[in-house]
């Protein structure tokens, strides 16, 4: 794959709104971006059991990496020798890198924050590392992305409300350090790369006003909505991001990290959200979970060993176009890797069509009917599910 950047600036443009909805387009450094998003997670430097040319047969055309993963392995100082992550990984669409800031929360125990940064050690290996804002962007800088995102703490749902208030404030003073090193766009290597803030706030409303405020403060290219999907009832992570997109500028991208489902996707493009990332689609085909118009189907349980239907008869992807449930279910019985993978570009296929058909209907100025009508179905679908669930026993 060519990974010769554009030649052309970091901007965001609105196309459409309709409430608080907004189509628009981002123009990175190695690819234009139709918003709203969906970013599948290439944590290591791979979105799992599928190839670039196959992520990128989906419609993807950004996709994420993580920091803190490719620091400790493979290194990198190796990558940027290799030429920066898109050149090393093969990927010539779009690149945001996260910033560690989620494993600060997500591996907990293995850590211990300060002011300075987080002492933490190496899940593979047990040694010991440092990690700082500094770091962080020294990391992402050699990683070559084009969206890089500040370093932050994220607080666990539940926490003690003091312990919240210190991981807003942390995350302000680090996200100061972020752009004390980086400044909000970086031309290196031939094109724009730009830092983007967090708001952090957890559910309270009065610290998610106060990070908002903070970060807006120091006028960077965009800003992401962190802190959420982290164990809160749903009721109150849609809370939370309505709030939340309202506090932040309109002629910026709005990204919210780590969601989701495909309801929750909804609810976010309605609340004024551009960009979205999740291991969800990735994760649950591994474990031979599929998604569909009418919710989650577990293609390896024992009923579709006979299915000759496609995973979901209205899909556009190669997987629904050649191969039956019946197919992937001997696939995962027989644990060959063939499975995961179909599986995985199913659910990548899913997604992306999803979010063309929320594109499409805002430039058509029907979104609110296409959500309802989606979200609808897929409530239904995954009511019947649990239900069918529960009379079996399961």
């Not at 029907?366 to 239900?387: N, Q, S, V």
Request: neutral net charge; contains cysteine.
């Amino acid at each position: 794959m060519n990974d010769r950047p554009l030649d052309t600036p970091f901007s965001f443009s609105l196309l459409a709104v309709e409430g608080q909805a907004r189509r628009g387009r981002l123009q990175c450094g190695h690819a234009q971006v139709e918003t709203p998003v969906f970013m599948p997670v290439g944590t290591v430097g791979s979105v799992k059991a599928v190839t670039f040319e196959q992520v990128a047969a989906t419609g993807s055309r950004l996709i994420l990496g993580n920091t803190y993963h490719l620091y400790l392995r493979p290194g990198h100082e190796l990558i940027a020798r290799r030429g920066g992550l898109h050149r090393f990984q093969g990927w010539d669409g779009a690149l945001l890198t996260d910033s560690a800031g989620f494993q600060v929360f997500s591996l907990g125990d293995l850590n211990r924050i300060t002011d300075d940064g987080v002492e933490f050690r190496s899940h593979l290996d047990g040694s010991k590392h440092f990690f700082s804002p500094e770091l962080s962007m020294e990391i992402q800088l050699a990683l070559g992305s084009d969206i890089v995102m500040a370093f932050d703490q994220c607080a666990p749902y539940g926490a003690d409300p003091r312990e919240v208030a210190r991981a807003v404030d942390r995350t302000t003073r680090w996200l100061r350090r972020c752009r004390d090193v980086f400044g909000g766009r970086t031309t290196r290597d031939g094109w724009e790369r730009v830092l983007f803030g967090i708001m952090q706030g957890g559910v309270d409303e009065t610290l998610r006003r106060r990070s908002a405020a903070e970060i807006v403060d120091l006028d960077l290219p965009g800003y992401a909505v962190g802190g959420l999907s982290v164990g809160e009832p749903t009721s109150a992570m849609r809370e939370m991001t309505d709030l939340a997109a309202g506090l932040l500028p309109a002629d910026r991208p709005r990204y919210l990290m780590g969601v989701g489902f495909p309801d929750d996707i909804l609810a976010g493009v309605a609340a004024g959200i551009d960009m979205f990332d999740c291991v969800l689609p990735t994760r649950m085909a591994r474990t031979g979970t599929v998604l569909t118009r009418d919710g989650r189907l577990v293609v390896k349980n024992h009923e579709y060993a006979e299915d000759e239907r496609p995973l979901d008869a209205e899909c556009g992807c190669p997987v629904c176009a050649r191969h039956s449930r019946a197919y992937l279910r001997h696939l995962f019985q027989a644990r060959e890797m063939l499975g995961a993978t179909l599986a995985t570009i199913h659910n990548l296929h899913f997604y992306q069509e999803l979010m063309a058909g929320i594109r499409a209907a805002l430039e058509e100025g029907r979104f609110a009917a296409y959500a309802a009508a989606a979200g609808g179905r897929w409530r239904d679908g995954e009511a019947a599910r649990l239900d069918g669930v529960r009379k079996r026993g399961g």
